[in-house]
Nanobody, 126 residues
């Protein structure tokens, strides 16, 4: 299992940008997919973006396509989410997650992720 710690959340006006980071530690040899999820009050957790650590293929939810970019840091033990053109509906707690299953099976099925960070709040005001 791996340990995940998010940072970089905050408050921003609509149209602004934020960059989230996730420090990944522990047994990363068995990590085959990394992802960002988010959860708004009263809503279920939804997948936002995913990346295969080997090869770097990425997946995005339709709602964030061409606005968000998921990437790995130079030190392979960091995960980032660059969020541009933010909207009020992007508000929520953002979680970093790691899976022992390959992303291509279903990158946004939360049940496939066995390690989660504590979450970081993102608030977008109109």
């Amino acid at each position: 299992q791996v340990q995940l710690v998010e940072s970089g959340g905050g408050s921003v006006q609509a149209g602004g940008s934020l960059k989230l980071s996730c420090a990944v530690s522990g047994n990363t040899d068995e990590t085959y997919c990394l992802a960002w999820f988010r959860q708004s009050p009263g809503e279920k957790r939804e997948g936002v973006a995913a990346i295969a650590p080997v090869g770097g293929r990425t997946w995005y939810a339709d709602s964030v396509q061409e606005r968000f970019t998921i990437s790995q840091g130079n030190a392979a033990n960091t995960l980032h989410l660059q969020m541009n053109s933010l909207r009020p509906e992007d508000t929520g707690v953002y979680y970093c997650a790691a899976s022992i299953y390959r992303c291509r099976v279903d990158p946004f099925y939360s049940g496939a992720y066995n390690s989660w960070g504590q979450g970081t709040q993102v608030t977008v005001s109109s």
